[in-house]
């Protein structure tokens, strides 16, 4: 499927889900929900392929989003999107409808989506003085999406909108490496 058409899925069952917890005043607990799916795709090899398994019937995807709803004890209505999304057989969308579902909350609360890229786990503190940093320097809440690559070895990278600031060790060993190939 052309990754456009997964977009524009993404965004009509992030949007239907969010004007149901809208509705339902359950907006922040849904958000906790999809945060903590978003971790458990990023960190399970396991959980990915069962998203992406065309061997596994809806049923049994059902069941074990299901099952993985209860140990996490998330939200019911989290709970019933899930399984609507396996019936549908769009479990693998859920990484962009998260991304949609969190932007349609960042927006409505008019918040700045901050990504950033870290080589090791920030801590509470150290986040706390990533976002007063970003909101002053873009005038607005910030809500900051940590996710750490140790491939960075050191350093950060920001992304707000289409600004990006790269701080990593990463990449100034490859410009040290250009800067050094040019010299011989």
Known sequence: MPSETIG???ERYATALFELAESQNALDLVASDLKSLKAMIRDSADFNRLLDSPVLTRAEQGKAVAALAAAAKFNTLTANFLGLAATNRRLSSLPGIIECFLGLL??????IAAKVL????????????LEASLKTAFGGNV?????VDPSLLGGLMVNVGSRMVDSSLKTKLQHLKLAMKGVG
């Open 118 to 129: 870290s080589a090791v786990e920030l801590t509470k503190g150290q986040i706390a003085a």
């Open 143 to 147: 809500a900051v999406d940590v996710t």
């Open 106 to 111: 960042a927006a409505k609360r008019g918040e």
């Open 8 to 10: 524009v899925i993404a």
